[in-house]
């Protein structure tokens, strides 16, 4: 039987934050994205024959935040894709190295997106970013996937931190998921 590790204090509270952000505003997403369809295309359009004007604005937004949640819980889930054709030829220290050179590298990448992303979002209104229908600006959006990258970011340190201590990384384990 493989003996579990403890994780960290912060990495605790940093899984139980991302699940309730993840349960609680991605699903409120969701529900508002299945019953305002259900409703535009099953009442208004069909039955009615008035669809609601900006639905796919609306709709397109309410993704944008399913994605910005969705990506640092997925990244302290294991969700994303990560491609490991030749760890088993490597040294276990030279793996350890080059996943710390990669995560490091992921880092910088997402600091430089967040930074960009927000920058985007103080600009948004000046330049007049908008949905096309209702006008609605991208400017909070921008800053919701600014903060998203920012937080992944945290993630990939808090991954290296971990890999520098134990040599792993523990992951958020998803319902019966034993790992």
């Not at 590790?5 to 529900?31: H, N, Q, S, Y």
């Not at 992944?152 to 808090?158: E, F, G, K, T, W």
Request: include cysteine; glycine fraction near 8%.
């Amino acid at each position: 039987m493989s003996r579990i590790r403890e994780k960290p204090a912060l990495i605790a509270l940093l899984d139980r934050v991302l699940t309730w952000i993840a349960l609680l505003c991605g699903g409120a997403t969701l529900i508002f994205m299945t019953g305002f369809s259900v409703w535009n295309v099953l009442i208004m359009r069909k039955a009615l024959n008035a669809p609601v004007t900006g639905a796919e604005d609306l709709l397109i937004l309410s993704l944008v935040v399913i994605v910005a949640l969705s990506i640092p819980f997925g990244a302290r889930t294991g969700a994303h894709i990560e491609i490991e054709v030749l760890e088993a030829r490597m040294s276990v220290a030279f793996a350890k190295w080059s996943m710390i050179v990669v995560k490091l590298m992921g880092f910088g990448l997402l600091i430089f997106m967040s930074w960009r992303l927000w920058h985007a979002g103080g600009t948004a209104s000046k330049f007049g970013e908008t949905t096309q229908q209702l006008l609605i600006s991208y400017e909070p959006f921008y800053y919701l996937l600014a903060a998203s990258a920012a937080i992944y970011a945290l993630v990939l340190l808090l991954d290296i931190w971990q890999l520098l201590r134990s040599g792993t990384v523990a992951l958020l384990s998803l319902g019966n998921d034993p790992s």
